[in-house]
């Protein structure tokens, strides 16, 4: 939490200027930088989430009907003996 808002790519502005313009210059340049990281990382931070979600409910169904994999070769024969399908 304590580098989520922190400048993005660590590029930021120094405001070691005597005129208010300049100073003024840079703390918008490290506001801009420093949004742009947050956001960055919050994308990054919800991608990683979405995708373990993903993998967490792929890895549930199939640990789910691995028992059921040996009845896939009788149960299609039984399909096609029949003609369902067709």
Do not use: C, E
Not at 30 to 54: D, E, P, Q
Not at 72 to 81: F, N
């Amino acid at each position: 939490m304590r580098t989520w808002a922190s400048p993005f790519k660590q590029i930021y502005s120094k405001g070691n200027t005597n005129t208010i313009d300049l100073k003024v210059h840079a703390l918008i340049d490290n506001v801009v930088s420093r949004l742009v990281g947050m956001a960055a990382r919050t994308a990054i931070i919800v991608a990683g989430l979405i995708s373990a979600l993903f993998v967490l409910i792929t890895g549930i169904t199939f640990v789910a009907l691995w028992p059921l994999a040996p009845l896939a070769l009788p149960i299609s024969i039984a399909l096609i003996v029949f003609g369902v399908g067709k």
